[in-house]
């Protein structure tokens, strides 16, 4: 079956490797549609992974959309050609971690997957993925371009509930590629009226617009200074971080205001350090947190 292999992000060649075989207990589907996450493009992220598995290149996807096509003897519960969306990785739901609501720091998620990768003609989805609840039939009114979203919905779905965000508060978006676009999708489905959204991008910037943001400010301006000019004379009440630009990580620490809370969705690379007014921020109660998965 064709792959698409991953070196580095100028280096993603077309292969050929051997159509997974599946056991008892497991699912072989074939992708219909792949998104690109923000992560399979986050460079470091990946070289960091093929250091860490003594390779030297992977088979990257995890946003999938397809058909079953396979199905292992013990498997009850699907059927072939039933649309599926998977989720590579699975939390157990029963260690100290999954118990107190930090799913993303459970150590089975952080080992679990599909084989080989999204970005591949077919991948086996192995038992513990069925049975920690990471396969989902899709109704026939959801496309598989649709499918693809459910995972970083899901991302931003837990985000904005670990930040309690609710009607009545103003949001800052700090980035408005597909996962900014998301958090404001979101946020208007509870009710926030005012989401400011920022980018470099005009074409970003328009998208957000078009998407109903309150306003769009171009990220290159003094932005804690526009957000206060569009917000009353306010900071944001919340403030999502959704590119890693050590820029927008820096914006968002002077952005926060009285009773703020800093959501970082996205992240610098490893090795860059933020200074934090701390007596500031311990005063004025700004909270900060990180949002992973």
């Not at 939390?91 to 930090?102: L, V």
């Not at 949001?171 to 926030?192: D, M, P, Q, R």
């Not at 306010?234 to 820029?247: E, F, W």
Request: net charge neutral; aromatic share 8%; charged share 25%.
């Amino acid at each position: 079956m064709k792959v698409a292999r991953y070196f580095n992000n100028n280096d993603v060649r077309l292969d050929e490797i051997d159509q997974p075989e599946i056991g008892s207990g497991e699912l072989l589907v074939r992708i219909r549609k792949s998104g690109i996450c923000g992560s399979d493009v986050l460079e470091y992220y990946r070289l960091a992974k093929m250091e860490r598995l003594g390779v030297d290149s992977l088979i990257l996807g995890h946003e999938i959309a397809g058909d079953i096509v396979e199905i292992g003897e013990d498997v009850k519960k699907y059927h072939i050609g039933d649309k599926v969306f998977v989720s590579h990785h699975v939390p157990c739901f029963d260690c100290h971690y999954c118990n107190e609501g930090h799913h993303t720091a459970c150590k089975l998620l952080h080992n679990t997957n599909f084989d080989p990768g999204g970005f591949a003609e077919y991948v086996r989805i192995p038992n513990i993925n069925i049975k920690k609840k990471g396969v989902y039939i899709l109704e026939d009114e959801i496309s598989y371009e649709d499918g693809v979203f459910i995972e970083p919905l899901g991302c931003v779905c837990r985000a904005q509930r670990l930040a309690n965000i609710h009607k009545g508060q103003s949001i800052l978006i700090l980035g408005s590629g597909v996962s900014g676009l998301l958090h404001l999708k979101l946020a208007l489905t509870k009710g926030v009226e005012k989401i400011i959204t920022t980018d470099i991008s005009k074409f970003r910037m328009k998208k957000a617009k078009e998407f109903g943001a309150y306003a769009t400010l171009d990220a290159r301006k003094n932005i804690a200074q526009e957000v206060r000019k569009v917000n009353e004379g306010r900071n944001a009440d919340i403030i999502i971080v959704c590119t890693g630009a050590v820029s927008a990580a820096n914006q968002a620490l002077e952005c926060a205001g009285s009773g703020s809370t800093i959501v970082f969705f996205a992240v610098p690379p490893p090795g860059v350090d933020l200074e934090i007014p701390i007596n500031t921020y311990w005063r004025n109660e700004v909270k900060i947190m990180t949002s992973y998965g």
